[in-house]
């Protein structure tokens, strides 16, 4: 659960700093400077939810699924418009499907 902890917040931070830098140098005309947009949120949202998973367990399990969710699909509308290369869409959609089987193998839930 640690690691994955600790994976989500890499991963977020890595995407979202090249989200933040594609805002910064890019011009609202592009197509880079939108999908930075709609994806600078959702790694901050996937980063924090690596954090909230480290401080409260098992207990935020669907926070975890959804931030996967909303990582994998950013990470693919972002490489559909040809804005990110192979290895940041390598690295936002291998990482949420970690976190997806992750979010599978533990069933349970702690109260």
């Known amino acids: 659960m640690k690691a994955v902890g600790v994976l989500m917040v890499l ?3 890595a995407l979202g700093v090249g989200s933040i830098l594609e805002l910064v140098y ?11 947009v709609f994806t ?5 949202f996937f980063a924090v939810a690596g954090v909230v998973l480290l401080v409260r367990g098992l207990t935020v399990r669907w926070l ?7 990582m994998c699909t950013a990470t693919i509308a972002g490489t559909a418009l040809g804005v990110m290369g192979a290895a940041p869409a390598l690295i936002g959609v291998i990482g949420p499907l970690v976190v997806g089987g992750w979010f599978l193998r533990t069933r349970r839930v702690a109260v």
């Open 26 to 36: 890019a011009r609202p005309e592009t197509s880079q400077f939108w999908v930075a």
């Open 64 to 70: 975890v699924f959804l931030a996967a969710l909303l």
């Open 11 to 13: 991963i977020g931070l």
């Open 40 to 44: 600078t949120p959702v790694a901050a």
